[in-house]
């Protein structure tokens, strides 16, 4: 659907989003390599069309690496979040390497294509992720008490996307709310 939905469900007080930045800024990246091998059969059928199916089989394996270092900024500069009552505080996810984990890493594709490519076709993947991460927070910073506005229910939000009128949800939502982007950037090393 769109962002606003993901925002809603991942509500935090300012307190907690801070925490989850440290967090953040703590835990190991991983980074998978992933192969899917392929190739396409012919299937004949006895008095109705022949079809092509795909066969595929698929292998994964961690990067390796021995030494990384988070770069991300201090979870403070995003600390002017406590002023706003609502706001829509984007993670992104940056991953780095210098020349030697570069080559490195370049290194491991190679082997790994090398060992596992055993079919016709092949898709190669790497993804770069941390435990845990989440990418939407909503950050609330209302008065002891004070509930989210009406906009913010998931309830609401459902019932007017059923009623084919999300996009006030989405108006309001957003004219209500700023928007705060973090990087948490991880640098490896060797």
């Keep these: 659907m769109n962002k606003t939905n993901s ?14 930045l440290d967090r953040l800024r703590q835990k190991d990246p991983h980074i998978n390599m992933r192969i899917e091998n ?25 990067v390796r690496y021995s030494e990384y270092t988070d770069r991300s900024a201090d ?11 609502l706001t829509r ?12 984990a570069s080559q490195s890493k370049t290194c491991q594709e190679h082997h790994f294509k090398r060992e596992k490519i055993n079919d016709t076709h092949y898709d ?6 941390v435990d845990d991460f989440e990418y939407e927070i909503l950050v609330h910073n209302g008065d002891l008490g004070e509930g989210l506005p009406w906009y913010c229910n998931t309830t609401v939000y459902w019932i ?7 996009w006030i949800i989405r108006i309001l939502f957003v004219n209500n709310s700023s928007r705060v982007t973090y990087t948490v950037e991880k640098v490896i090393l060797k």
């Design 89 to 100: 505080l984007d993670l992104i996810l940056d991953v780095q390497y210098t020349p030697q």
């Design 75 to 85: 979870p403070s500069t995003v600390a002017h979040m406590k002023k706003a009552k």
């Design 124 to 129: 190669f993947t790497l993804t770069e992720s």
């Design 160 to 166: 007017f996307h059923l009623l084919f009128i999300g």
């Design 38 to 62: 392929y190739h396409y059969e012919f299937v004949h059928r006895r008095n109705r069309f022949d079809y092509q199916r795909r066969t595929s089989s698929s292998h994964t394996k961690e």
């Design 7 to 20: 925002f809603i469900r991942n509500v935090k007080r300012a307190e907690e989003a801070k925490k989850v």
